[in-house]
Nanobody, 115 residues
Framework: QVQFVESGGGLVQPGGSLRLSCAAS????????MSWYRQAPGKERELVAH???????NYADSVKGRFTISRDNAKNTVELQMNMLKPEDTAVYYC?????????WGQGMQVTVSS
């Protein structure tokens, strides 16, 4: 069955960094577009970044230049390096995998940016 193990969330001060990791199993990882989404309290879930199977990346305008998404198809992992964090980055972050009609979600983890 499909499983995600997400790690790296937590509390960080403004201007700090965090690295989120998502280890996946139960599907052919290399075929899937891997993404990070986030949902802040009272707001809709939004796309943060995604990386296609070939390695092409896209980012939300709000995180461009601060966040970097990467994948390791040998280890079935996707990571999100988050730098220069702002209070408005506070949200629950979700790992997502998409390929054709398959769409899988991690359980989410809290990232809080606060002094």
């Amino acid at each position: 069955q499909v499983q995600f193990v997400e790690s790296g969330g937590g509390l960080v001060q403004p201007g700090g960094s965090l690295r989120l990791s998502c280890a996946a199993s139960g599907f052919t990882f290399r075929r899937y577009t891997m993404s990070w989404y986030r949902q802040a309290p009272g707001k809709e879930r939004e796309l943060v970044a995604h990386i296609f199977s070939a390695g092409i990346t896209n980012y939300a305008d709000s995180v461009k230049g601060r966040f970097t998404i990467s994948r390791d198809n040998a280890k079935n992992t996707v990571e999100l390096q988050m730098n220069m964090l702002k209070p408005e980055d506070t949200a629950v972050y979700y790992c997502n995998a998409q390929y054709l009609f398959s769409d899988y979600w991690g359980q989410g983890m809290q990232v809080t940016v606060s002094s």
